[in-house]
C-alpha cells in the first residue's frame, strides 16, 4: 500500500465522521441525544472494524433523521430496550472485531463443555 493509499483511507475515514457528526448535529436536541447515546454505546460494545462502525453510525443518522422528520417517537424507533435496538444495528454488518471472535469462542466453549460438537 502506498502513501496515496493510506492518505486516501485516512482523509476517507475523517471526512465520513465529520460528516456523520455535521448530520446529528442538526438533529432536534430530544434526536441528538438519543444517537449520541446509542453512538457511546457503540464506540465500547460495537464489534466492527472502521469501516462497518462508520457504516452503521451513517445508518444511524438515517434512521434518526427520517424519524425527526416524520415526528417519529424516540421510544418507537429504539422500543423498551435500546441495548437490543443497538446490538440488533450491529448484526447486520461485518463483525469480524475481536469482539465477534470472542464471542465465537464463548459459543464454542459451551458447545464442547456440553458435548455438542462445533462445526470448527
Same mark, same amino acid.
Given at each position: ?7 486516501? /483511507?485516512?482523509?476517507?475515514? /475523517? *471526512?465520513?465522521?465529520?460528516?456523520? /457528526? ?12 438519543? #444517537?449520541?447515546?446509542?453512538? *457511546? ?7 466492527? @472494524?472502521? @469501516?462497518?462502525?462508520?457504516? #452503521? ?12 422528520? @416524520? ?8 422500543? @423498551?430496550?435500546? #441495548? ?16 465477534? *471472535? ?9 458447545? #464442547? ?8
Amino acid at each position: 500500500m502506498g502513501i496515496a493509499d493510506i492518505t486516501t /483511507k485516512v482523509i476517507g475515514d /475523517k *471526512r465520513r465522521w465529520r460528516q456523520y /457528526k455535521a448530520r446529528t448535529r442538526a438533529l432536534p436536541e430530544n434526536y441528538r441525544t438519543a #444517537v449520541e447515546g446509542i453512538e *457511546r454505546y457503540l464506540m465500547h460494545f460495537g464489534p466492527m @472494524d472502521g @469501516d462497518s462502525a462508520a457504516s #452503521v453510525l451513517e445508518d444511524l443518522a438515517d434512521i434518526f433523521e427520517r424519524a425527526a422528520s @416524520d415526528g417519529t417517537p424516540i421510544r418507537t424507533i429504539v422500543g @423498551d430496550d435500546p #441495548v437490543a435496538f443497538a446490538d440488533a444495528l450491529v448484526s447486520n454488518y461485518d463483525t469480524s472485531g475481536y469482539v465477534a *471472535r470472542e464471542q465465537q469462542r464463548l459459543v464454542d466453549a459451551i458447545a #464442547v463443555a456440553a458435548g455438542e460438537s462445533t462445526t470448527r
